[in-house]
Nanobody, 118 residues
């Protein structure tokens, strides 16, 4: 059974930092792309960042320069370092895995809440 287990969410003051982790288990391959979406109350799910097995990264404009995505391919784990957090970063953050970069997201984590107080 495939599982993406997230950790690291919580409550932080504006300007603070958090680090999210997501470990994949139950698979015998490495996702071509892993990354993070987020969904704030009343809003659609938004792509935050993604990273390939080769280390190529992409970010939404809203987090560029503040968030850093990284991964450990040997551990099938992806990380999101979030700095200079703002109230508008408050959302549920979902880890995802795409077996092929040209295909759809196949697997999702359960979500972890990030709340930034202003």
């Amino acid at each position: 059974q495939v599982q993406l287990a997230e950790s690291g969410g919580g409550l932080v003051q504006a300007g603070g930092s958090l680090r999210l982790s997501c470990a994949a288990s139950g698979i015998d391959f490495s996702y071509d792309v892993m990354g993070w979406y987020r969904q704030a109350p009343g809003k659609e799910r938004e792509l935050v960042a993604g990273i390939t097995t080769g280390g190529t990264t992409s970010y939404s404009d809203s987090v560029k320069g503040r968030f850093t995505i990284s991964r450990d391919n040997a551990k099938n784990t992806v990380y999101l370092q979030m700095n200079s957090l703002k109230a508008e970063d408050t959302a549920v953050y979902y880890c995802y895995g795409r077996p092929n970069r040209s295909g759809a997201v196949r697997d999702w984590g359960q979500g972890t809440q990030v709340t930034v107080s202003s």
